[in-house]
């Protein structure tokens, strides 16, 4: 009777000991996606750039399998918003598509600030004519279009262009944002880099020619395209595609022309420099392949944090948006980062301490 | 109703009021003392706020804020275009919503009897209620690819007449400021014309009939009788009415066509205070966000410009209506 006692014991004893180590196994085993290896929990809450918010949104569904306890928010409302939440810690990160403008570093005075880019994507010429399939436009050309200094479809610069394309007589209808935006921030810094006789300079919001349309959002500039005979607009790659727009090859530095895609957007992130702080543009980039209008986004977050929980489930989120959770862009029309990036990046996760 | 102390209270020495009051009362007095006050301090804290972080904005420009030209590329920030565009939108919308609100007004009070009035008066009711982004959507989604091509009739129409081309030639797109004064129109109609009958209903019978009894006919009656008493009181509504225009954001924002230009041209797009600030508020950082916050602080101070002198009017008008 009491060798039967301590016999059973034994194996509760096994059998417990053996049940701890699958769940140490189990917790290691499903955080892949970079971060301290044990489950966290708590919140993160993030804000800024809406041209993340789909990748974002998304990123939180599947991260949601990966660390359970975790609860991530995103907003949107803009890189301006994502960066004053940030400075004002109302935010443990914040989605900017530009690096800190001079205008705002007294904001994060004394603080380090780490930038990890996390996606890529084109910006399209999108446009709206019927029976012409391709178009071939550079840098000179689009400036002129929306300075409104080229008014007829037929203009003998585009026509140049484009030998063998039948171009309507038709005037052409600028379509441009109504919201302030880092995707008018970069499509102007485009010209100011590639286009010698574009005055208009480059800024969230521009002093657009007087009879152009303004659309709230790429789905707003997006629907006034599908909606308007002869007009064109810049809109991303995701929007001009979900709302299944005809987009312009755009000619690069190395002088080829370029279709947008996902890929020549990767291509266009692989040629650029980048700072030891990972800031870089993609806009006019170098190589054959590159799509010229490609523009990038960071996540931003303080390098030292105010607690260790914090700082792990920083690097175990941000870790997941360039490790894992880069196989999730493509699907959503975004371009994952180019391997000499998303290395850089997946390196850095390292200084987010406490 | 004005004498109130009535003449069984020996008019002796009376201690102060607050003193004779139990303790509940005088809770009460504190709590909705500090209620009101707190209403005041709220105001006082979002305009020192407000105008401290759109400094940056008045120091950089100077009086340069209220100049023409609004580029931040370029880092000008002039704010007379937005101030310009509302001002126009405004004005479309008075133009078109007073004579109907208070037609609406005299309809509902003078001609149709009360219980049909009813039902006019939900329905009018309902109007204030649907949310501004909704007029908003349903402008930029229906009513502007719809009115678009009513514009380029009419611009066809005046081309080559002075005054009306200057007006109402060169329609871009239906997004626009007659479009934006449109919609700001059907949006404060509701407040005009609820304030109208109020004012309208306070007219004593008594003048009524004595005007029918001189013989006079429904509309000289209410030239007689009405309107002299219900004058200033309409004119209140409808300043308060124009303060609600002024300041409506999102609706404008989504159908004034954003672009920053002072023109005649009623049927180009403009753009105005509240829309540019919701527009242009999430990308902007420096002075770009003074700027814009300071254009808060400006509408902030010509809305309670407006609303003073509309109290202002209503309580003469009140007065001279019960004396």
């Excluded at chain 1, 996540?299 to 999730?328: C, H, P, R, W």
């Excluded at chain 2, 209403?39 to 940056?56: E, G, N, R």
Aim: hydrophobic content about 45%.
């Amino acid at each position: 009777m009491q060798r039967l006692r301590t016999h059973s014991a034994v194996v509760a004893g096994a059998a417990l000991t053996a049940m701890a180590l699958s769940l140490a196994a189990c917790s290691s085993s499903s955080s892949t996606g970079g971060g301290s290896g044990s489950s966290l929990s708590g919140t993160l809450n993030g804000s800024g750039s809406s041209f993340q918010l789909i990748y974002q949104q998304t990123a939180i569904q599947s991260f949601r399998s990966i660390q359970p306890g975790m609860t991530v928010n995103y907003g949107g409302g803009g890189s301006g918003k994502g960066r004053t939440d940030l400075a004002s810690n109302v935010v443990q990160f914040a989605g900017s598509d530009s690096p800190i403008p001079s205008a705002e570093m007294a904001n994060f005075k004394g603080k380090t600030v780490l930038y990890f880019p996390v996606v890529i994507g084109p910006i399209t010429i999108s446009y709206n004519l019927s029976g012409v399939s391709s178009l071939k436009l550079d840098a000179p050309v689009i400036a002129d279009i929306f300075q409104a200094k080229i008014t007829k479809w037929n203009s003998p610069a585009i026509t140049a262009l484009n030998p063998g394309v039948k171009l309507p007589s038709s005037p052409i209808v600028i379509a441009r944002r109504s919201d302030s935006s880092g995707t008018t921030a970069n499509f102007s810094q485009f010209l100011v880099d590639a286009a010698p006789n574009w005055k208009l300079g480059t800024s969230s919001t521009i002093s657009w020619p007087a009879n152009s349309q303004g659309g709230s959002g790429n789905g707003g500039v997006a629907q006034i395209i599908k909606s308007t005979p002869g007009a064109i607009g810049y809109v991303d790659y995701a929007d001009a595609k979900g709302a299944g727009l005809v987009y312009a090859s755009i000619k690069n530095k190395a002088g080829n022309y370029i279709a947008p895609s996902i890929q020549s957007a990767t291509t266009a992130a692989d040629n650029v420099t980048v700072k030891p702080d990972l800031t870089f543009s993609a806009v006019w980039a170098s190589g054959a392949g590159s799509y010229p209008i490609t523009y990038q986004s960071w996540d931003l977050v303080y390098q030292k944090q105010s607690s260790t929980n914090t700082a792990k489930m920083l690097k175990a989120y941000i870790g997941y948006l360039v490790g894992d959770g880069q196989k999730l862009l493509p699907g959503l029309n975004y371009a994952p980062l180019p391997a000499s990036i998303d290395q850089k990046a997946k390196a850095q996760l390292d200084k987010i301490g406490s | 109703m004005t004498q109130q102390a009535g003449p069984g209270i020996p008019a002796g020495p009376a201690r102060p009021l607050s003193e004779r009051r139990p303790l509940g009362d005088r809770t009460f007095q504190v709590i909705a003392l500090a209620a009101g006050l707190m209403v005041l301090v709220i105001l006082v804290l979002i305009a020192f706020s407000t105008t401290q972080q759109a400094l940056p904005w008045f120091k950089a420009e100077g009086w340069g804020i209220f100049g023409k030209t609004w580029n931040p590329a370029t880092q000008q920030f002039g704010a007379l275009s937005f101030i310009y565009g509302t001002a126009v939108t405004s004005a479309i919308a008075l133009i078109m919503a007073v004579p109907v609100s208070v037609g609406i007004a005299l309809l509902l009070t003078e001609v149709v009897p009360y219980r049909r009035a009813r039902p006019i008066v939900y329905v009018i009711d309902l109007l204030a209620v649907v949310p501004s982004v909704v007029w908003g959507l349903w402008g930029i989604l229906v009513f502007v690819p719809w009115i678009a091509k009513i514009y380029a009739h009419i611009a066809s129409g005046v081309a080559g007449i002075p005054v009306l081309d200057d007006l109402f030639g060169s329609p871009t797109s239906g997004a626009s400021f007659f479009t934006a004064g449109i919609i700001l129109a059907f949006m404060i109609t509701p407040i005009v014309t609820s304030l109208s009958r109020e004012v309208i209903a306070t007219v004593p019978a008594i003048d009524k009939e004595g005007a029918y009894a001189l013989g006079a006919t429904r509309l000289e009656m209410i030239q007689g009788a009405v309107w002299p008493h219900s004058k200033g009181g309409i004119v209140g509504a409808v300043l308060l009415g124009l303060g609600r225009a002024m300041g409506e954001t999102i609706a404008a924002a989504l159908v004034i066509g954003s672009s920053a230009t002072i023109t005649s041209h009623l049927f180009a797009p403009g753009d105005s205070m509240p829309a540019v600030i919701a527009n242009q508020f999430p990308e902007a950082s420096g002075t770009f966000r003074a700027a814009l916050i300071g254009l808060g602080v400006l509408l902030f101070v010509f809305t309670i410009i407006i609303n003073v002198i509309a109290r202002t009017i209503v309580g003469r008008a009140a007065e001279q209506g019960s004396a």
